[in-house]
């Protein structure tokens, strides 16, 4: 069905058609016609972060900001979806257009910059929703105007709110369309707001009696000696899980082609190996005991076994679902089932 639509959506600038295919998905899950839009995957459960995902295949944050349509995607198949960025308060994001399809090059270029309502909005949404049939993450950042010094009461605030409703939380330090978000990223500034974050996830634990698994999430721009850091601190303080990688500010493979000088980040098929590439090195520094979600690049099931050779338990789509639609959902799960299965795989080269 996807086909059929998908020049209709086309025809729409890219910020409309996002906001179309959301109220059409609300729309097919509410009338009963979700399986129309793809096929579900049969069960690939997958354990990570203390939690047994339905499958390893999930929605990463972006699409769905305020957590309004969790169970229309969620029907689509997805092991688990990841709502957000969330901010303390809603703030509209840059001005637009801010959104860019290149398809030729089956990428996108975004510099929404954490438009959302509010995170008292989306724990509202939460609240709503009947989650079925999968995981739920949520996505927490910080406001534009708040600055870095500050940068741990916003991501404390959602921290708390979203605390008792997620499944687990993944904290957003690596968009690119946030003014000077990315240099939380640096060692001292990293381990000094991962450490107030996991102190107060413990706390957070005690005080509603289970413990929610906080992921970190970082940019694919990293130097080798910064991802070296980054493990080095995240390992130290044991963080629950790594999501490599954000958008990027690259525009290797892109060159020459419309809207390729556009600001913000890029993401789709020319992130796919700078992605990787940080999600394989992370791993060979990391902890085995932290697991590590892939999402950059994927727009195939081989690209979805690629991750998991690199090292990702789980995996995440985004902009793949702009170009192929929900059936990727169903690839990705079977790509990464016979990938699983295969007796020899385990002692094969990673796929590249």
Excluded: W
């Amino acid at each position: 069905m996807y086909s059929i639509v998908r020049p209709f959506l086309f025809g729409l600038d890219a910020e409309t058609a996002h906001g179309a295919t959301l109220a059409a998905m609300e729309a097919a899950y509410r009338s009963g016609l979700s399986p129309l839009l793809g096929r579900r995957p049969a069960p690939l459960p997958t354990r990570a972060f203390g939690l047994t995902f339905p499958n390893p295949v999930g929605l990463a944050a972006g699409l769905d900001k305020n957590g309004a349509h969790i169970d229309a995607l969620l029907a689509l198949g997805f092991g688990f979806v990841e709502v957000g960025t969330v901010t303390p308060r809603a703030q509209e994001g840059n001005p637009k257009p801010r959104m860019f399809r290149l398809p030729d090059q089956q990428a996108v270029i975004n510099r929404l910059g954490f438009n959302n309502g509010g995170v008292d909005e989306l724990v509202r949404n939460v609240g709503k929703a009947r989650r079925r049939g999968g995981l739920l993450g949520i996505n927490i950042g910080k406001n534009k105007d708040t600055p870095n010094e500050s940068a741990e009461t916003d991501y404390l605030h959602c921290l708390e709110r979203v605390y008792p409703l997620a499944d687990y939380v993944t904290v957003n330090i690596s968009s690119p369309n946030t003014a000077g978000l990315r240099e939380l990223q640096e060692e001292q500034s990293l381990r000094r707001l991962v450490s107030i974050l996991r102190e107060a996830q413990e706390r957070l634990g005690a005080l509603h009696g289970k413990r929610v698994p906080m992921l970190v999430k970082i940019a694919p721009d990293l130097s080798d000696d910064d991802v070296q850091a980054a493990a080095r601190v995240l390992g130290d303080l044991n963080v629950d899980g790594v999501i490599a990688t954000n958008t990027t500010v690259s525009r290797i493979g892109i060159d020459g082609a419309p809207h390729a000088s556009e600001t913000g980040g890029l993401s789709g098929r020319p992130l796919m190996g700078e992605a990787t590439a940080v999600l394989r090195m992370m791993r060979t520094r990391l902890p085995e005991s932290i697991p590590m979600i892939g999402v950059g690049g994927i727009l195939s099931g081989a690209d979805a076994a690629t991750k998991m050779a690199a090292g990702a338990t789980l995996v995440q789509c985004y902009t793949g679902l702009v170009y192929r639609g929900p059936a990727l959902v169903h690839e990705c799960v079977e790509a990464m089932r016979r990938r699983k299965e295969a007796p020899s795989r385990g002692n094969m080269p990673p796929i590249v």
